[in-house]
């Protein structure tokens, strides 16, 4: 016996599907190879059983050819399905579906990916229960029902990539299941068409455009076809390529596996090799800890995952190997330094949770000859996945370079004998409502704004700025700021360069520099920033000419063209005139004091700031010899 399509039937007031909205939102961004990865190993990784053994997850690539490619279609019941298929053909998507049944007919050959992974839960659940592992999986869209706050995803949107990468958008899934069923055996074998909504040949019937593989219970038109079970699913199973251990866990088939995104379809030796990279890329926290096992096998060969194959993540490892030597500053390479970063977690807006909770930063000083993923840290959670590789290359200008780890909430103590406490899980559940659908960043959500009281918004972004904040006082250089701040200052003035008809009353260059010192700071009441300073000649035969103070907007850590104005510059010295002159069209304060003077102190602030845009200020000075009287 064999399975079936059947296609549930729709009335013709009921709502149409052009296709999948949830494919849509998946596809949003960067639907390249990287989305299917994260998402397909997250889903694993998720399900792992709660044992001491990892999830083992294989990724199977085969292009079946020939009597081998005509022997599987027939066991998907390739026929009824394409019936159904070319009546889709009007919608968007239904062409692009007929466009690959074309190309799959050509070329008589047709690209499967089987994804096998062992050691984590199966399809548990009834056909049409609430809730479960089947129905998240494979019925519901949009439902999510992983165990707890704090999986890898919360959104029930991931699946969504094994029916986008499809070509012909069907998915095939074989399931041992950790727990015995009552009624059934092991294994578990459906499969899932999405389909455009489509009507009959003779139009009296509409489909939902949904369709199912499996078994049909009754004759009753419409009706949708359940799992098949036990040795009638092994049988199906090994027609379908789709045979797997005898170990809990679940085989999910892509039929026609493509990247939607790709100007062209690349070959299986080359697809594993970015499979292998990116599970690594992307999931070396879970593969270091032991979690997670990934290979990729392709015309007969496996590959395993290896962090050892993939050295340019090895610095991000030994921040954790080496945190328990960690040394306070970062004085040599592969020195390991670390530090806590406060994160106050506001209460649920049912008044639970709440917490001042706390992110650890592991940052390591590079050694000569690690430039990949240089002056990145990587933002880890408990579920094991890196959410995002955060680029503060700008920040160490001029400094150390380095590699940097933030973990959070139950990975907080990785590569400690600490465990997670209390408050980590306060900070866990509130790190996964900031990420977005692609679980690929900590940002301010819908889900936050749901579930948080005010300070979220504080909390989440305030991460990043004090990462960096955090960053830069580790990887500067070792220096007695209290002397060389004045000299810096100095330095950065520009002096003398100006002829002035021809004529130079200047000193050399090199001896034309000043001193001082100068503060800028942000007034959250006055919403403008303050600042003020002094200066003075290093040379006692010099005097200042003119001071000149604007005011400049900082992207990352490099400055831009933009200016902000000056409202107004004071001076407590003696003689000294005051202008508020434009440059450039935007507003400087200017001073000019009177001739013999030495040192010159101003205070002042800029106009209101809405977009508190990092600014910083810059002193010009104009030095020149001193005159007689």
Known sequence: MSGQWGFTTSRPTDARYGDDVAKYAMSHGEPGLKTFVREVLQNSNDARLDNDQPARVTFKLESLEGEEAIEYLRALDIETWSEHANLATDTESG?????????????????VLTIEDENTEGLLGEENADESNFTALVRDV?????????????????????WLYSGLSLVMFNS?????????QSPRLIGRTRLPTH???????????????????????????????????????DDLELSRPDAPGTSIQVVDFRVPTAEERQDDEELADQITEMAIEWFWPAIYRGDLEVAVEVEGETKQASIDEYPQYEPFTSCLD?????????DEPEDVAQTAISLDVPEKSDGSGGADGQLDLLVRRADTGEYQHRNEVAFVRGAGMVVEYYDRDRVVVGNQDFHAVLLGGRARPWGTDETPQDVDTVVEEFLTAAEPPQHDEWVRTETLANSYSRGFRTAVEGIKSDVTETLRGLVAPDVDRGTTGPQRLGNRFKIGNKSRGGRSDRESPSSQRVTGSTNISFDEVYTHWSFDGEVEPLNDGNEIRSVTVSLI??????????????????????????????????????????????????????????????????VSVDVAERREE
């Open 142 to 162: 949009l439902f999510s029902s992983k165990s707890g706050d704090t999986a890898g995803g919360s959104y029930g949107l991931g699946k969504a990539v094994l």
């Open 95 to 111: 062409k692009h579906i007929a466009e690959a049944i074309e190309r799959i007919n050509d070329e008589e050959k047709i690209r």
């Open 176 to 184: 041992t299941l950790s727990e015995p069923n009552p009624k059934d």
């Open 199 to 237: 009507k009959s040949e003779h139009g009296d019937t509409v489909y939902q455009g949904h369709g199912w593989y499996g078994g049909l219970n009754g004759d009753e038109e419409g009706s949708r076809p359940e799992s098949v079970w036990g040795e009638e699913a092994e049988s199906i199973a």
């Open 322 to 330: 080496d945190r328990d030597d960690s040394v306070s500053e970062l």
């Open 553 to 618: 907007r900082m992207a990352e850590e490099r400055a831009t063209s933009d200016r902000l104005p000056v409202q107004n510059i004071s001076s407590d010295t003696a003689g000294v005139s005051i202008s508020l002159p434009e440059q450039k069209g935007v507003q400087v304060g200017r001073l000019k004091p009177a001739p013999g003077t030495s040192k010159v102190s101003f205070e002042g602030v800029s106009t209101e700031d809405y977009r508190q845009v990092e600014t910083r200020m810059k």
